[in-house]
């Protein structure tokens, strides 16, 4: 399945998505990982390296050739938008540099030895800085390969013109499922977790993990979940760096109940499936449990919940664009005092990235054409929460583009908490 990128030279068959077929474990990584994440990135103008091949690679290139790599994720929304930008580079540049892709999810031990832990990472360099792992790590923009290309004397071929983002009407809505579904929730808790335990656990990373599954213990519908999410946490706060060892090798501890973490190796429904591989899956997931977390807040404890869970994704998560863009959303602490506060500052966090992505995705042409990014919630799901549908940057503007903030929290509760509280069906695991 291809993409056409919108403002740069590439033929629609320059970088796509491709579904991963073989279930055996990858080198590194569970196998149920592989199956959830579900995609892979095929590219035409760069080579696809492997933990195998990558040394091989570097010696049989001239060590005075120059090289840069994409280390990417394919859950994390930047890589599959900077992918295009890095085929656009990697088209324009082939005569005088090479460039390659390693995929982390498939070759998490060669991205644990280049010490990657933001996606997506590009290392460049001469083929000699590979060997002696001495690369320059460059910003994961086109603008910024591009300066390292005239920095080092590598000819860069034109390209085309980019698309004003100006010009980019806003989408209208698909029809939305009418509830959120649990498994979508814990199938990204599962996936968040696995990511986060994997990352070394420095004090920093094991503190914002103790808290987030602290405030999963006390806000999720399910009680098994809430009970293992409880255990965790406690363990996670008396644990030193090796009893953190211990914890993230799954072998001790699994979520929600489930026998084994293999329960995890299924898509997810078809409320978070993109129409194109790699789309949606992950991050859908992950926005699902936040709301479904946030919105089943009682008692007061909303704001604390929802510290925790933004200072998870500020440390935990790691697309890198992705925590840098969540940071600059406005953000109080002691002006969000209720748990309709909490769940309408998530409310608005979310709408805010999705009309970012919504404009990033048309200039490069990487969205998914059944789910374009809109406003949330759309008429159809919620014909009081919104008289105009305008877009707005915070909730002071919200109000002012037409949304009627009672009727968005009083939506929110039903459809990410009073409506789906019970177990994921065990129906939909089989």
């Known amino acids: 399945m291809s993409f056409f990128c919108v403002g740069v030279a590439l033929i629609s068959a320059a970088a796509s998505f491709q579904r991963v077929a073989d279930a055996s474990a990858p080198r590194g990584e569970p196998s149920w990982f592989v199956n959830a994440t579900g995609s892979h990135f095929v590219t035409k103008y760069s080579d696809d390296l492997t933990t195998a091949s990558f040394d091989s690679y570097l010696a049989g290139s001239g060590p005075s050739k120059f090289l840069l790599v994409n280390f990417y994720a394919p859950w994390c929304p930047h890589c599959q938008t900077f992918i295009l930008e890095f085929e656009s580079f990697a088209r324009s540049a082939n005569r005088t540099a090479r460039t390659a892709v390693v995929d982390c999810v498939r070759e998490e031990n060669l991205c644990l030895r280049w010490n990657i832990s933001l996606f997506p990472t590009i290392h460049a360099g001469r083929i000699s800085d590979f060997q002696a792992q001495s690369t320059t790590v460059v910003d994961a923009t086109l603008p910024a390969l591009d300066d390292w ?124 499936q993109g129409s194109l591989p790699g789309k949606r899956g992950y991050t859908c997931g992950l926005w699902t449990l936040f709301h479904v977390v946030v919105a089943s807040a009682a008692g007061g404890r909303g704001p ?14 790691d697309c890198a664009e992705c925590r840098q863009e969540f940071e600059k959303i406005a953000y109080d602490r002691w002006a969000i005092v209720s748990d309709d506060d909490a769940m309408l500052w998530l409310w608005n966090a979310h709408n805010q990235v999705s009309d970012r992505l919504r404009l990033q995705e048309a200039q490069r042409g990487t969205g998914d054409p059944e789910w374009p990014k809109m406003a949330f919630p759309g008429h159809s799901l919620c014909p009081k929460c919104n008289s105009q549908r305008g877009q707005f940057e915070s909730l002071p503007a919200a109000e002012a583009a037409g949304w009627n903030l009672a009727e968005v929290a009083a939506f929110l509760r039903r459809h990410y908490a009073t409506a789906i509280s019970g177990r994921a069906q065990t129906s939909f695991l089989q």
């Open 149 to 272: 290309a005239a920095a080092n004397g590598v000819e860069i071929e034109p390209r085309g013109p980019t698309v004003d983002t100006a010009s980019l009407a806003v989408p209208s809505a698909p029809e939305a499922h009418k509830t959120a579904h649990m498994w979508d929730a814990e199938e990204a808790l599962a996936m968040f977790l696995h990511i986060a335990m994997a990352g070394g656990g420095d004090t920093q990373s094991r503190g914002a993990l103790s808290n987030f599954t602290n405030a999963v213990c006390h806000s999720y519908p399910d009680a098994s979940c809430r009970r293992s999410m409880c255990d965790l946490s406690k363990q996670l706060a008396g644990a030193d760096a090796g009893g953190f060892a211990v914890l993230s090798s799954g072998a001790t501890w699994t979520p929600c109940g489930r026998k084994s973490w293999d329960a995890y190796g299924k898509s997810f429904t078809p409320r978070c």
């Open 304 to 317: 604390d919940i929802l510290d925790s869970i933004r200072t998870a994704v500020l440390v935990l998560f």
